[in-house]
Structures are given as C-alpha cells and as structure tokens.
C-alpha cells in the first residue's frame, strides 16, 4: 500500500512537471525549432500522465479501457524518437516522417480496438523493444556525424554539440524497461521508479536543450549524395592535391592567423577562416584532416593555448584569474578553456601556472 500511495504522489508530480515545462517551452519567445519539438513531446507526456491520474477512479478503470490506454502509452516512445531525431539531424524531420515514424503504433492500437485481442500486447511491446533500438542505432550514428561536423567546422561547441546524450543514454534504458515491466506487472514501487527515471530523463534533456542552438548539415541522413557547389568544392580539393599545394597553403594560413589574430574570436568558424585566406572550407577542412591529421576545433584551440593562453598565466604577478585568462583567449566557457589546456599541455591551467613560478 505504501509503494501505491507514492506511485500516487509522483504521478502527481510527474504531471504538474511536464505539464509546467511544456507550456514554458510553447510560450517563449522567441523559441527554437528544437524547442517546439521539445515542448509539444513534453505536452504529450503530460496527457498521458494525466491519463493515469484519471484512471485512479475506480468508475473508469475497465479491463478494456486500461489495455487501450497502454498501446496509447507506446506511442511515447514514437514522441521520443522524434526529439531524437530532430536534436541529432537538424531539420530532417518533417510531418510526411513524423506519420511514417508513427503510422505503426497507429496500426496496433487500431487492431486492438477493433478487435480487443488481448495476444496482441507481445507483438506490440517487441515491436516497441525493436523500434527502440533501432532508432538508438540511428541516433548514434547521427549524433557521431553531427559532433564530427561540428569539430570540423566551428571553434567552440558550447550550446551546439549534443555530447551530453551520453548522460541521459543510461536513465532512457531504465526508464523504457520499467514501463514495458509495469505494463505488464502492475506494482506500485515500479510506477514509482518508472515516473521518478522519467522525470530524471527528461530534467536532464531540458537542462540542456533550454540553450540548445540546432546545426543545420549539408545533407543529413541522407547518404553520400553532394549538392553541385559540394562537388565543385569536391573536385577542387582533388585537384589542389594533386599539384601538392598543401605546403604552400600552409604558409598563408599561419600568416593569417599571426597577422588577424582570428582565434581570438570565440565564435570563430572554419568559413570565417577561408574567406580570410581566400579558399573554400571544404579545401581547408581537407587539409585540417588530411595533413594537419587534427580537427578544425582542436586546432583553433591549440592557438588559443599556445598564443595566449600559455601567456597570460605565465605573466607576472600571476593575478589574473583563470575566468579572464579563458576569456581573453578566445574561449567560450572556462571550462572548455581547461579541458583544452589539459589535452594540450597534460596539465590543468593552476598546474602550468605552479611550474612557471617554481
């Protein structure tokens, strides 16, 4: 009874949760297509908790109303994938892919109600378990292109990158398996764990979806295929390898970033480069990856360290906070500026600065 009166109480608190969040993220203004995404998932989460609030009155809960209510509760993980997808694809997602997408929970519920067999529940929770993983399979792959795309092509990746699905990755396990159990073992301790992980996954994916700035890529999920200025770009790389002119490009390149000091520009992107030095991004991507064998990202950031960064924590009288130190070199954040520091010199920045005093 105990575990039942607190599976009460957080469906309670799961409700006024998703409930308040969603209308904060539909009201805001201005609001990102991420967010509206987000938020129209949450709005959904939120009816279906109210469902389940409802059906604690004894009048409304029937054996047949509570089986339908649980295909409609399958369709949580479709509103999920679309979050999903949108988050690791930006803009591919569209309402023709959101009814394909969902068009299978559709057909299930539907031969349910019309026929109430109760042996379709297997299929459906099997056909949930798979789709689930599929759709793991597809982000990651998306998720990996997309961190790839950043780290080529933008010198920062605060509120861009979508490195922290990691942390949700564990919680969204635990809270998908909980609800297939409680779907089919109604207890009161698993209600309560499921409401708890999902309040817990969807707390972390506000916390850092509320600054998110959606990425848009040439060609997302898509394929191999190349719009025609891609292949020109393409097919002018080749050529500029092929009359090996990779040695002298260095030189511009270096006389650039001496002269115009462009790392100091904290939103610095690998475009901003090439139109400084007069080439294509997709030339200096190329010769980032192929000769220099380090992303655009990682080497931004390692001008940054070495031109500034080094300096200023080595300059007497060594008042000068890490904070400002980060700042003036170009970094967004001052914990970008350490994890940078630390791969480039083995040393966090207090480090550095204790060995120059010794």
């Not at 994938?81 to 519920?109: C, D, Q, R």
């Not at 000091?261 to 901003?272: A, G």
Request: aromatic share 18%.
């Amino acid at each position: 009874m105990e575990g039942i009166n607190i599976s009460y109480f957080m469906n309670g608190a799961a409700f006024m949760f998703f409930g308040y969040v969603s209308f904060r993220l539909l009201t805001h203004r201005p609001r990102s297509r991420i967010q509206r995404i987000l938020g129209l998932t949450l709005a959904f989460w939120a009816l279906l908790e109210l469902k389940d609030i409802l059906l604690y009155f004894p009048s409304l809960k029937t054996e047949r109303l509570v089986n339908s209510l649980l295909f409609i509760d399958g369709w949580a993980v479709a509103a999920c994938s679309f979050y999903l997808l949108e988050l690791t694809a930006p803009g591919w997602l569209n309402w023709k892919k959101v009814f394909s997408l969902l068009s299978p929970y559709l057909a299930f519920t539907i031969a349910y109600l019309c026929t109430f067999y109760a042996p379709i529940f297997p299929f459906y929770f099997g056909f949930i378990l798979i789709y689930s993983a599929i759709i793991v399979l597809i982000v990651t792959f998306a998720a990996r292109r997309y961190q790839r795309y950043i780290r080529n092509n933008y010198s920062y990746s605060e509120h861009i990158d979508v490195a922290w699905l990691k942390k949700a990755t564990f919680i969204l396990a635990i809270c998908l398996v909980t609800w297939v159990y409680t779907s089919i073992n109604i207890t009161g301790w698993g209600d309560t764990i499921y409401y708890i992980s999902s309040v817990l996954l969807w707390s972390v994916i506000v916390h850092y979806s509320a600054y998110q700035i959606s990425i848009s890529m040439p060609n997302n999920l898509k394929g191999n295929l190349l719009s025609k200025k891609n292949i020109e770009e393409k097919e002018e790389v080749e050529e500029e390898q092929e009359n090996g002119s990779y040695y002298a490009f260095q030189e511009i390149l270096h006389k650039v970033m001496e002269e115009q000091q462009l790392y100091l520009n904290p939103k610095l992107t690998i475009s901003d480069v090439a139109n400084a030095i007069g080439t294509n991004r997709t030339y200096l991507s190329s010769y980032f990856n192929n000769k220099l064998n380090i992303t655009f990202y990682d080497y931004i950031n390692n001008l940054r360290i070495e031109k500034t960064g080094k300096q200023l924590l080595a300059t007497y009288p060594y008042t000068m906070n890490i904070d400002e130190i980060a700042e003036r070199s170009g970094f967004n954040s001052t914990s970008t500026f350490r994890r940078a520091f630390f791969k480039n010199t083995g040393m966090t920045p207090l480090q550095y600065r204790k060995s120059i005093q010794k």
